[in-house]
Protein backbone atom coordinates (compact mmCIF):
# COMPACT_ATOMS: atom_id res chain seq x y z
CA UNK A 1 0.00 0.00 0.00
CA UNK A 2 1.18 3.16 -1.11
CA UNK A 3 0.86 6.84 0.52
CA UNK A 4 1.80 10.49 0.60
CA UNK A 5 3.55 11.61 3.72
CA UNK A 6 3.47 15.18 4.25
CA UNK A 7 6.19 17.07 6.09
CA UNK A 8 5.14 16.94 9.74
CA UNK A 9 5.75 20.75 10.14
CA UNK A 10 3.78 24.30 9.19
CA UNK A 11 4.53 24.97 5.58
CA UNK A 12 5.83 27.97 5.10
CA UNK A 13 6.85 29.62 2.03
CA UNK A 14 10.68 30.43 0.28
CA UNK A 15 10.68 33.83 1.62
CA UNK A 16 13.12 36.17 2.70
CA UNK A 17 11.96 36.44 6.20
CA UNK A 18 10.66 33.12 8.45
CA UNK A 19 9.08 33.49 11.94
CA UNK A 20 12.10 31.63 13.59
CA UNK A 21 13.15 32.08 17.42
CA UNK A 22 16.12 31.76 17.97
CA UNK A 23 18.09 32.13 21.23
CA UNK A 24 20.53 34.60 20.62
CA UNK A 25 21.93 33.94 24.50
CA UNK A 26 22.44 30.14 24.01
CA UNK A 27 24.36 30.53 20.29
CA UNK A 28 26.83 33.29 21.83
CA UNK A 29 27.59 30.67 24.89
CA UNK A 30 28.10 28.26 21.55
CA UNK A 31 30.27 30.61 20.02
CA UNK A 32 32.54 31.38 22.98
CA UNK A 33 33.09 28.05 23.99
CA UNK A 34 33.72 27.19 20.13
CA UNK A 35 36.10 29.77 19.60
CA UNK A 36 37.82 30.74 22.76
CA UNK A 37 37.98 26.66 24.10
CA UNK A 38 38.81 24.47 21.12
CA UNK A 39 39.76 21.41 21.41
CA UNK A 40 39.97 20.73 17.86
CA UNK A 41 43.55 20.18 18.02
CA UNK A 42 43.42 17.79 20.67
CA UNK A 43 40.93 15.73 19.00
CA UNK A 44 42.59 15.81 15.69
CA UNK A 45 45.78 14.83 17.49
CA UNK A 46 43.59 11.59 18.88
CA UNK A 47 42.12 10.27 15.71
CA UNK A 48 44.47 10.84 12.81
CA UNK A 49 47.58 11.33 14.59
CA UNK A 50 47.63 8.33 17.39
CA UNK A 51 44.91 6.33 15.67
CA UNK A 52 46.50 6.51 12.11
CA UNK A 53 45.15 5.24 8.97
CA UNK A 54 41.35 4.13 9.19
CA UNK A 55 40.31 1.79 6.56
CA UNK A 56 37.21 0.23 7.23
CA UNK A 57 37.20 -2.90 9.33
CA UNK A 58 40.73 -1.87 10.19
CA UNK A 59 43.19 -1.96 13.37
CA UNK A 60 42.82 1.87 12.68
CA UNK A 61 39.49 1.92 12.65
CA UNK A 62 38.95 -0.10 16.06
CA UNK A 63 41.75 2.31 17.39
CA UNK A 64 39.76 5.95 16.44
CA UNK A 65 36.23 4.09 17.65
CA UNK A 66 37.28 3.28 20.58
CA UNK A 67 39.14 6.55 21.20
CA UNK A 68 35.51 7.91 19.95
CA UNK A 69 33.61 5.88 22.44
CA UNK A 70 35.69 6.78 25.68
CA UNK A 71 35.98 10.81 25.01
CA UNK A 72 32.44 11.00 24.13
CA UNK A 73 31.81 8.93 27.26
CA UNK A 74 33.89 11.31 29.38
CA UNK A 75 32.08 14.81 28.20
CA UNK A 76 28.66 13.22 29.65
CA UNK A 77 27.60 12.04 26.15
CA UNK A 78 25.18 8.39 26.97
CA UNK A 79 25.09 4.98 25.04
CA UNK A 80 28.40 5.53 23.32
CA UNK A 81 29.29 2.23 21.53
CA UNK A 82 30.00 1.07 18.48
CA UNK A 83 26.89 -0.57 16.35
CA UNK A 84 27.01 -3.17 13.55
CA UNK A 85 25.43 -2.15 10.44
CA UNK A 86 25.87 -5.38 8.57
CA UNK A 87 28.45 -7.50 7.26
CA UNK A 88 31.28 -5.59 5.63
CA UNK A 89 34.20 -8.39 4.94
CA UNK A 90 37.45 -8.58 5.75
CA UNK A 91 39.95 -5.96 7.64
CA UNK A 92 43.57 -5.22 6.60
CA UNK A 93 46.20 -3.59 7.69
CA UNK A 94 50.24 -2.71 5.96
CA UNK A 95 53.01 -3.90 8.40
CA UNK A 96 55.74 -3.22 5.92
CA UNK A 97 56.32 -1.66 2.89
CA UNK A 98 59.42 -0.76 0.74
CA UNK A 99 60.53 -0.24 -2.83
CA UNK A 100 63.62 0.76 -4.42
CA UNK A 101 65.14 0.70 -7.96
CA UNK A 102 68.75 -0.62 -7.46
CA UNK A 103 70.12 -0.33 -11.17
CA UNK A 104 71.46 1.69 -13.15
CA UNK A 105 71.58 3.49 -10.06
CA UNK A 106 69.34 3.64 -6.36
CA UNK A 107 66.59 5.44 -5.57
CA UNK A 108 63.76 5.27 -3.22
CA UNK A 109 60.32 5.33 -4.43
CA UNK A 110 57.35 6.62 -2.84
CA UNK A 111 54.57 3.84 -3.76
CA UNK A 112 51.54 2.37 -1.22
CA UNK A 113 50.08 -0.98 -1.30
CA UNK A 114 46.46 -1.44 -2.53
CA UNK A 115 43.80 -1.86 -0.35
CA UNK A 116 43.72 -5.56 0.66
CA UNK A 117 46.81 -6.72 -1.44
CA UNK A 118 48.30 -9.78 -0.24
CA UNK A 119 52.03 -9.72 0.78
CA UNK A 120 54.74 -10.39 -1.48
CA UNK A 121 56.86 -13.81 -0.77
CA UNK A 122 59.91 -12.00 1.41
CA UNK A 123 61.98 -9.54 -0.47
CA UNK A 124 61.79 -9.80 -4.19
CA UNK A 125 64.32 -8.09 -6.78
CA UNK A 126 65.25 -7.80 -10.21
CA UNK A 127 64.45 -6.90 -13.63
CA UNK A 128 61.13 -4.57 -14.34
CA UNK A 129 58.97 -5.44 -17.32
CA UNK A 130 56.73 -3.27 -18.76
CA UNK A 131 54.01 -4.89 -19.86
CA UNK A 132 50.60 -3.38 -21.81
CA UNK A 133 47.62 -5.44 -21.81
CA UNK A 134 44.30 -4.14 -22.87
CA UNK A 135 42.11 -7.24 -23.59
CA UNK A 136 42.23 -10.74 -23.43
CA UNK A 137 44.05 -11.57 -26.63
CA UNK A 138 47.16 -9.55 -24.93
CA UNK A 139 47.31 -12.51 -22.57
CA UNK A 140 48.96 -14.64 -25.19
CA UNK A 141 51.91 -12.26 -25.89
CA UNK A 142 52.86 -12.89 -22.15
CA UNK A 143 51.62 -16.11 -21.47
CA UNK A 144 54.54 -18.68 -19.93
CA UNK A 145 56.77 -15.54 -19.50
CA UNK A 146 56.06 -13.85 -16.16
CA UNK A 147 56.97 -16.36 -13.26
CA UNK A 148 58.55 -14.43 -10.65
CA UNK A 149 58.62 -11.79 -12.55
CA UNK A 150 58.03 -8.11 -11.93
CA UNK A 151 55.61 -6.21 -13.91
CA UNK A 152 54.98 -2.51 -14.02
CA UNK A 153 51.95 -0.78 -15.64
CA UNK A 154 52.88 3.27 -16.62
CA UNK A 155 50.75 5.31 -15.49
CA UNK A 156 48.24 7.51 -17.84
CA UNK A 157 47.25 11.39 -17.53
CA UNK A 158 49.50 14.55 -17.09
CA UNK A 159 52.23 14.86 -14.86
CA UNK A 160 53.93 18.04 -16.35
CA UNK A 161 54.14 21.44 -14.00
CA UNK A 162 50.90 22.80 -12.98
CA UNK A 163 50.07 26.62 -13.16
CA UNK A 164 47.31 27.22 -10.65
CA UNK A 165 47.07 27.08 -7.08
CA UNK A 166 46.50 23.70 -5.29
CA UNK A 167 44.45 25.50 -2.20
CA UNK A 168 41.57 27.78 -3.20
CA UNK A 169 38.87 29.65 -1.47
CA UNK A 170 35.32 30.43 -3.08
CA UNK A 171 34.77 33.34 -4.42
CA UNK A 172 31.86 35.17 -4.46
CA UNK A 173 31.13 34.47 -7.73
CA UNK A 174 31.93 30.71 -7.37
CA UNK A 175 29.32 30.95 -4.24
CA UNK A 176 26.94 33.12 -6.26
CA UNK A 177 26.63 30.34 -9.39
CA UNK A 178 25.67 27.67 -7.10
CA UNK A 179 22.70 29.28 -6.07
CA UNK A 180 21.66 28.78 -9.79
CA UNK A 181 20.01 25.95 -11.39
CA UNK A 182 22.71 23.79 -12.32
CA UNK A 183 23.29 22.68 -15.93
CA UNK A 184 21.95 19.45 -16.89
CA UNK A 185 24.79 17.24 -16.95
CA UNK A 186 25.44 14.66 -20.00
CA UNK A 187 23.72 11.32 -18.95
CA UNK A 188 26.22 8.55 -19.87
CA UNK A 189 24.83 6.64 -22.84
CA UNK A 190 23.94 2.49 -22.65
CA UNK A 191 27.41 2.25 -24.29
CA UNK A 192 29.58 4.35 -22.26
CA UNK A 193 28.08 1.99 -19.25
CA UNK A 194 28.53 -1.48 -20.97
CA UNK A 195 32.15 -0.34 -21.69
CA UNK A 196 32.94 0.69 -18.09
CA UNK A 197 31.66 -2.37 -17.10
CA UNK A 198 33.67 -4.19 -19.46
CA UNK A 199 36.88 -1.84 -18.52
CA UNK A 200 36.22 -3.33 -14.42
CA UNK A 201 35.22 -6.40 -15.45
CA UNK A 202 38.83 -7.38 -17.50
CA UNK A 203 40.67 -5.97 -14.34
CA UNK A 204 39.85 -8.63 -12.11
CA UNK A 205 40.52 -11.17 -15.37
CA UNK A 206 43.83 -9.74 -15.51
CA UNK A 207 44.42 -9.96 -12.23
CA UNK A 208 43.58 -13.70 -12.24
CA UNK A 209 45.66 -13.88 -15.07
CA UNK A 210 48.55 -12.34 -13.55
CA UNK A 211 48.61 -14.48 -10.82
CA UNK A 212 47.73 -17.76 -12.42
CA UNK A 213 51.51 -16.68 -14.63
CA UNK A 214 53.12 -16.35 -11.19
CA UNK A 215 53.89 -12.83 -11.55
CA UNK A 216 55.95 -11.79 -8.05
CA UNK A 217 54.78 -8.30 -7.87
CA UNK A 218 53.00 -5.61 -9.92
CA UNK A 219 54.22 -2.11 -9.72
CA UNK A 220 51.25 0.35 -10.90
CA UNK A 221 51.87 3.95 -11.74
CA UNK A 222 48.79 6.08 -10.91
CA UNK A 223 46.94 8.87 -11.22
CA UNK A 224 48.91 12.26 -9.27
CA UNK A 225 52.09 14.50 -9.05
CA UNK A 226 54.71 16.08 -7.14
CA UNK A 227 54.73 13.33 -4.71
CA UNK A 228 51.23 12.72 -4.08
CA UNK A 229 49.30 9.95 -5.34
CA UNK A 230 46.04 8.94 -5.49
CA UNK A 231 45.48 5.82 -4.04
CA UNK A 232 41.52 4.06 -3.47
CA UNK A 233 40.88 1.62 -5.84
CA UNK A 234 40.74 -1.61 -3.60
CA UNK A 235 41.37 -5.21 -4.20
CA UNK A 236 38.21 -6.94 -2.82
CA UNK A 237 37.10 -7.01 0.83
CA UNK A 238 34.65 -9.57 0.39
CA UNK A 239 35.43 -12.70 2.68
CA UNK A 240 35.63 -14.93 -0.33
CA UNK A 241 37.68 -12.82 -2.62
CA UNK A 242 40.37 -15.44 -4.11
CA UNK A 243 44.12 -14.93 -3.44
CA UNK A 244 46.26 -12.23 -6.16
CA UNK A 245 49.57 -10.71 -6.69
CA UNK A 246 51.10 -7.79 -4.11
CA UNK A 247 50.34 -4.57 -6.36
CA UNK A 248 51.89 -1.49 -5.56
CA UNK A 249 50.82 1.98 -6.30
CA UNK A 250 53.70 4.18 -7.22
CA UNK A 251 54.30 7.44 -7.31
CA UNK A 252 54.01 8.30 -11.04
CA UNK A 253 56.96 10.29 -11.83
CA UNK A 254 58.89 6.90 -10.79
CA UNK A 255 57.47 4.97 -12.95
CA UNK A 256 57.88 6.71 -15.96
CA UNK A 257 61.40 6.92 -14.94
CA UNK A 258 61.76 3.56 -15.05
CA UNK A 259 59.73 3.40 -18.36
CA UNK A 260 61.80 5.83 -20.13
CA UNK A 261 64.98 4.23 -18.97
CA UNK A 262 63.63 0.86 -20.40
CA UNK A 263 62.77 2.44 -23.88
CA UNK A 264 66.10 4.02 -24.39
CA UNK A 265 67.58 0.25 -23.37
CA UNK A 266 68.53 0.82 -20.07
CA UNK A 267 67.98 -2.62 -17.85
CA UNK A 268 65.81 -1.57 -14.42
CA UNK A 269 65.62 -3.45 -11.47
CA UNK A 270 64.31 -2.95 -8.59
CA UNK A 271 63.91 -4.91 -4.67
CA UNK A 272 60.60 -4.02 -2.61
CA UNK A 273 59.11 -5.98 0.44
CA UNK A 274 55.47 -5.65 1.45
CA UNK A 275 53.63 -7.43 4.46
CA UNK A 276 50.32 -7.17 5.00
CA UNK A 277 47.85 -9.18 7.53
CA UNK A 278 44.09 -9.83 6.70
CA UNK A 279 41.28 -9.74 9.63
CA UNK A 280 38.55 -12.57 9.13
CA UNK A 281 37.35 -12.57 12.84
CA UNK A 282 35.13 -9.99 12.60
CA UNK A 283 33.48 -9.77 8.98
CA UNK A 284 30.92 -7.09 10.32
CA UNK A 285 30.82 -3.27 9.85
CA UNK A 286 30.40 -0.61 12.41
CA UNK A 287 29.35 2.60 13.26
CA UNK A 288 29.96 4.24 16.40
CA UNK A 289 26.85 6.39 18.19
CA UNK A 290 26.27 8.56 21.04
CA UNK A 291 23.34 10.87 22.57
CA UNK A 292 22.78 13.77 24.84
CA UNK A 293 19.56 12.94 25.57
CA UNK A 294 17.14 15.32 25.12
CA UNK A 295 15.53 17.45 28.32
CA UNK A 296 11.82 18.11 27.33
CA UNK A 297 9.51 15.37 28.28
CA UNK A 298 7.52 15.73 25.14
CA UNK A 299 10.30 16.09 22.87
CA UNK A 300 13.01 14.01 24.31
CA UNK A 301 11.51 10.78 22.09
CA UNK A 302 12.63 12.91 18.62
CA UNK A 303 16.29 13.33 17.60
CA UNK A 304 18.76 15.12 15.70
CA UNK A 305 21.46 13.97 14.27
CA UNK A 306 25.41 15.23 12.87
CA UNK A 307 28.05 13.45 11.87
CA UNK A 308 30.62 12.16 9.29
CA UNK A 309 32.91 9.00 8.17
CA UNK A 310 35.36 7.83 10.22
CA UNK A 311 36.76 5.27 8.16
CA UNK A 312 39.72 6.91 5.37
CA UNK A 313 42.02 5.34 3.36
CA UNK A 314 45.45 4.07 4.41
CA UNK A 315 48.24 5.93 2.04
CA UNK A 316 47.81 8.54 4.75
CA UNK A 317 46.20 9.47 8.02
CA UNK A 318 42.41 10.35 6.66
CA UNK A 319 42.77 14.06 8.15
CA UNK A 320 41.06 15.37 5.72
CA UNK A 321 38.82 12.64 4.23
CA UNK A 322 37.28 12.34 6.64
CA UNK A 323 38.90 12.64 10.02
CA UNK A 324 37.88 16.48 9.71
CA UNK A 325 34.46 15.84 9.16
CA UNK A 326 34.71 13.70 12.36
CA UNK A 327 36.79 16.27 14.22
CA UNK A 328 33.89 19.12 14.04
CA UNK A 329 31.22 16.63 14.97
CA UNK A 330 32.73 15.52 18.52
CA UNK A 331 33.81 18.98 19.02
CA UNK A 332 30.06 20.35 18.41
CA UNK A 333 28.60 17.84 20.61
CA UNK A 334 31.28 18.70 23.29
CA UNK A 335 30.49 22.64 22.76
CA UNK A 336 26.76 21.92 23.57
CA UNK A 337 27.99 20.30 26.63
CA UNK A 338 30.28 22.36 27.94
CA UNK A 339 28.20 25.16 27.38
CA UNK A 340 25.76 24.10 29.63
CA UNK A 341 23.11 23.86 27.12
CA UNK A 342 20.20 21.45 27.32
CA UNK A 343 18.25 20.67 23.78
CA UNK A 344 15.30 19.84 23.66
CA UNK A 345 15.36 16.98 21.36
CA UNK A 346 17.77 13.85 21.83
CA UNK A 347 21.47 14.78 19.80
CA UNK A 348 22.68 12.03 17.84
CA UNK A 349 25.92 12.07 16.67
CA UNK A 350 27.42 9.33 14.27
CA UNK A 351 30.44 8.32 12.92
CA UNK A 352 30.51 5.87 10.04
CA UNK A 353 32.19 3.26 8.74
CA UNK A 354 32.22 1.63 4.98
CA UNK A 355 32.05 5.60 3.83
CA UNK A 356 34.65 4.60 1.35
CA UNK A 357 33.45 1.39 -0.02
CA UNK A 358 30.03 2.76 -0.85
CA UNK A 359 28.29 5.13 2.03
CA UNK A 360 27.64 1.68 3.83
CA UNK A 361 27.20 2.52 7.22
CA UNK A 362 24.99 5.32 6.86
CA UNK A 363 22.89 3.51 4.50
CA UNK A 364 22.82 0.81 6.21
CA UNK A 365 21.95 2.56 9.70
CA UNK A 366 19.24 4.50 7.72
CA UNK A 367 17.75 1.01 6.77
CA UNK A 368 17.72 -0.39 9.94
CA UNK A 369 16.01 2.55 12.38
CA UNK A 370 14.37 4.54 9.50
CA UNK A 371 13.36 3.01 6.49
CA UNK A 372 14.05 0.94 3.51
CA UNK A 373 15.00 3.29 0.49
CA UNK A 374 14.49 0.63 -1.88
CA UNK A 375 10.78 -0.09 -0.54
CA UNK A 376 10.04 3.03 1.14
CA UNK A 377 8.44 0.93 3.51
CA UNK A 378 9.45 3.25 6.91
CA UNK A 379 9.74 2.29 10.62
CA UNK A 380 7.91 3.91 13.34
CA UNK A 381 11.43 6.33 14.12
CA UNK A 382 11.12 7.78 10.74
CA UNK A 383 8.80 10.28 12.14
CA UNK A 384 11.03 10.68 14.93
CA UNK A 385 13.89 12.23 13.11
CA UNK A 386 14.07 16.15 12.49
CA UNK A 387 17.13 16.49 10.16
CA UNK A 388 20.83 15.03 10.02
CA UNK A 389 23.95 16.91 9.13
CA UNK A 390 27.13 16.43 7.81
CA UNK A 391 30.44 17.33 6.85
CA UNK A 392 33.10 15.39 4.44
CA UNK A 393 34.32 18.41 2.07
CA UNK A 394 37.72 18.39 3.84
CA UNK A 395 39.01 20.93 6.40
CA UNK A 396 37.58 24.27 4.37
CA UNK A 397 35.29 26.53 6.74
CA UNK A 398 31.55 26.66 6.06
CA UNK A 399 30.05 29.02 3.39
CA UNK A 400 26.60 28.04 3.21
CA UNK A 401 24.37 24.81 3.18
CA UNK A 402 22.65 22.45 0.31
CA UNK A 403 19.34 22.55 0.68
CA UNK A 404 18.54 19.14 -1.56
CA UNK A 405 15.99 20.60 -3.22
CA UNK A 406 13.70 21.13 0.23
CA UNK A 407 13.21 24.23 -0.21
CA UNK A 408 10.72 24.92 3.11
CA UNK A 409 14.23 25.43 5.17
CA UNK A 410 16.01 27.70 3.02
CA UNK A 411 14.15 30.89 5.42
CA UNK A 412 15.06 28.71 8.37
CA UNK A 413 18.46 28.12 7.85
CA UNK A 414 18.84 32.32 6.28
CA UNK A 415 17.87 33.07 10.06
CA UNK A 416 20.46 30.52 11.78
CA UNK A 417 23.24 31.68 9.18
CA UNK A 418 22.56 35.41 10.60
CA UNK A 419 23.71 34.59 13.94
CA UNK A 420 26.97 33.91 12.61
CA UNK A 421 28.04 36.99 10.66
CA UNK A 422 30.90 38.11 12.46
CA UNK A 423 32.90 34.26 11.38
CA UNK A 424 31.32 33.85 7.80
CA UNK A 425 32.65 35.73 4.72
CA UNK A 426 29.23 34.38 2.64
CA UNK A 427 25.97 32.24 3.27
CA UNK A 428 25.02 30.58 0.00
CA UNK A 429 21.86 28.64 0.34
CA UNK A 430 21.14 26.84 -2.56
CA UNK A 431 18.30 23.86 -3.22
CA UNK A 432 20.54 22.22 -5.06
CA UNK A 433 21.70 18.35 -4.07
CA UNK A 434 25.09 17.41 -3.57
CA UNK A 435 25.99 13.88 -3.76
CA UNK A 436 28.81 11.26 -2.54
CA UNK A 437 28.65 11.10 1.16
CA UNK A 438 26.33 10.24 4.18
CA UNK A 439 23.36 12.73 3.94
CA UNK A 440 22.43 10.38 0.95
CA UNK A 441 21.08 7.89 2.99
CA UNK A 442 18.85 9.92 5.13
CA UNK A 443 17.67 12.31 1.96
CA UNK A 444 16.83 9.35 0.15
CA UNK A 445 13.69 8.26 2.77
CA UNK A 446 12.59 12.15 2.99
CA UNK A 447 14.30 12.89 6.34
CA UNK A 448 16.31 16.34 5.45
CA UNK A 449 19.60 15.27 5.55
CA UNK A 450 22.41 17.94 4.78
CA UNK A 451 26.01 18.55 3.42
CA UNK A 452 27.15 21.76 4.32
CA UNK A 453 28.99 24.36 0.96
CA UNK A 454 32.70 24.13 2.14
CA UNK A 455 36.06 25.78 0.77
CA UNK A 456 37.59 23.55 -1.16
CA UNK A 457 40.93 24.26 -0.11
CA UNK A 458 43.79 21.05 -1.19
CA UNK A 459 40.78 18.96 -1.01
CA UNK A 460 40.34 17.87 -4.57
CA UNK A 461 44.28 18.68 -5.93
CA UNK A 462 45.64 16.99 -2.78
CA UNK A 463 44.38 15.47 0.13
CA UNK A 464 41.43 13.33 -1.31
CA UNK A 465 42.28 9.55 -1.10
CA UNK A 466 46.41 10.33 -1.17
CA UNK A 467 49.38 9.88 0.45
CA UNK A 468 49.46 13.20 1.93
CA UNK A 469 46.04 13.33 3.90
CA UNK A 470 47.80 13.88 6.85
CA UNK A 471 47.44 16.44 9.63
CA UNK A 472 49.42 19.24 8.61
CA UNK A 473 46.73 19.72 5.70
CA UNK A 474 44.09 20.61 8.73
CA UNK A 475 43.28 24.56 9.08
CA UNK A 476 42.79 24.26 12.74
CA UNK A 477 40.77 27.62 12.14
CA UNK A 478 38.47 26.63 9.82
CA UNK A 479 37.74 23.46 11.77
CA UNK A 480 36.92 26.09 14.72
CA UNK A 481 34.22 27.58 12.71
CA UNK A 482 32.75 24.10 11.16
CA UNK A 483 31.90 23.03 14.70
CA UNK A 484 30.72 26.31 15.92
CA UNK A 485 28.31 26.35 13.00
CA UNK A 486 27.33 22.81 13.49
CA UNK A 487 26.71 23.07 17.36
CA UNK A 488 24.63 25.63 16.76
CA UNK A 489 22.39 24.12 13.38
CA UNK A 490 22.07 21.32 15.95
CA UNK A 491 20.86 23.27 19.14
CA UNK A 492 18.22 25.45 16.97
CA UNK A 493 16.80 22.21 15.20
CA UNK A 494 16.69 20.73 18.96
CA UNK A 495 14.84 23.49 20.46
CA UNK A 496 12.52 24.50 17.75
CA UNK A 497 8.48 23.96 18.46
CA UNK A 498 8.31 22.03 15.01
CA UNK A 499 10.58 19.60 13.46
CA UNK A 500 11.93 20.80 10.53
CA UNK A 501 10.01 20.54 7.03
CA UNK A 502 10.54 17.60 4.74
CA UNK A 503 9.67 17.79 1.37
CA UNK A 504 6.53 15.38 0.32
CA UNK A 505 7.49 11.82 -1.03
CA UNK A 506 5.92 8.65 -1.41
CA UNK A 507 6.10 5.45 0.96
CA UNK A 508 4.84 2.13 1.36
CA UNK A 509 3.51 1.18 5.30
CA UNK A 510 6.25 -0.41 7.42
CA UNK A 511 6.75 -2.02 10.24
Known amino acids: MKRLLFIPALLIAFLAISQETIDQEAIEKIKKEGLENSQVEQIAFELIDKAGPRLSNSPGYDRAASYAIKQLTEWGLENAQKEAWGEFGRGWEVNKSYIAMTKPYYMPFIAVPEAWTESTDGEVSGEVLFVEINNEEDFEKYRGKLKGAIVAFKPRGDQSPTFEADALRYTEEDLGEMTEPRAERRQWTEDEIAAFRKRRAFGTTLNTF ?237 IPGFQFIQDPVEYWSRTHHTNMDTYERLVIEDLQQIATIVAGFVYNTAMRDEMLPREEIEVTEGD
Open 210 to 446: LKDEGVALIIKGVRGRHGTLFTSSPRSYGKDTPTGVCELETAPEHVNLMARLVENGVSVEVEAEVKTTFKTDDLAGYNVVAEIPGSDPDLKDEIVMLGGHLDSWHGGTGATDNGAGCIVMMEAVRILQAAGLQPKRTVRIALWGGEEQGIFGSRNYVKNHFGDAETMALKPEHGKISAYYNIDNGTGRIRGIYLQGNEEVGPIFKDWFGSYEDIMENTTITKRNTGGTDHLGFDAIG
